[in-house]
């Protein structure tokens, strides 16, 4: 993606795809850009974010803006870090391993069936080099997947994007599992900080990331204009 400024706020453009993205971004500065961003960017779709602020309901309605995604905002240092094996059962073993090209497309069926998600198994594909992603195995078969970031702006961070279990698997020593081994490859790199946007109105998210040594610090709130102008 490549970065425009409009009166000093970066707007972070894929235009092949007309797609934008503004993060961090205050009501304030929203309002002043509002007006040349319909012109610019007229038919795109924008999503933005609010860390830790909270913006007022009528003026998102004013743009057209619905939630996309309301998360805590969790992190975790190597200090803190306490990792979780891979999960066992009495009637299964299950083990966590990476994605292997020959299961991308066993991923990509779970991975696609989630809602409203940018990164889908197309553009991870066409990203590979900047992703982590560790599947849970039954027997052979996938059950589960997690996915990190390990290529970001800041390059001491990477961060958590999905973990998904399957029907049966939707508890917390398998969803562990899958965010340990996350978190630990990001670690082998070098990372020094991993972000984790656990959806807020998911407990069993929380405590799994929580089993690891994640803490709350803070919220994030992303919003989606599917169609500006539109």
């Known amino acids: 993606m490549e970065s425009v400024f409009i009166q000093g706020v970066e707007i972070r453009a894929e235009v092949s795809e007309n797609y934008i993205q503004i993060n961090d971004v205050s009501e304030a500065d929203l309002r002043k850009i509002w007006s040349e961003v319909c012109v610019r960017f007229a038919g795109f779709e924008l999503n933005f ?5 909270a913006i007022p309901e009528a003026a998102l309605a004013e743009i057209g803006a619905e939630v996309l995604e309301d998360c805590l905002r969790m992190v975790l240092a190597p200090a803190d870090f306490v ?8 009637s299964d073993y299950c083990g966590v391993e990476p994605l292997e090209d020959k299961d991308f497309d066993t991923f990509a069926r779970m991975h696609d069936a ?4 940018y990164w889908t198994s197309a553009r991870v594909r066409d990203k590979r080099d900047i992703w982590g992603i560790f599947v849970l195995y039954n027997m052979g078969i ?3 997947y ?3 970031m390990t290529q970001m702006r800041d390059e001491t961070m990477a961060e958590i994007f999905a973990v998904e279990t399957a029907e049966g698997y939707q508890h917390v020593n398998p969803r562990s599992a899958l965010v ?3 978190v630990a490859h990001a670690f082998k ?4 900080q ?12 929380k405590e799994a990331a929580e089993a690891v040594g994640f803490t709350q610090a803070g919220f994030y709130i992303g919003y989606t204009v599917r169609k500006i102008g539109g």
């Open 189 to 192: 790199l070098g990372k020094q």
């Open 194 to 205: 991993i972000i984790y946007m656990v959806d807020s109105d998911n407990p069993l998210e």
């Open 114 to 117: 989630l809602p409203d998600m």
């Open 83 to 90: 990792p979780a094996y891979n999960y066992y059962s009495d």
């Open 146 to 148: 997690s996915m990190i």
């Open 142 to 144: 996938i059950i589960g």
């Open 49 to 53: 974010c609010f860390r830790n602020v």
């Open 180 to 182: 340990s081994a996350a």
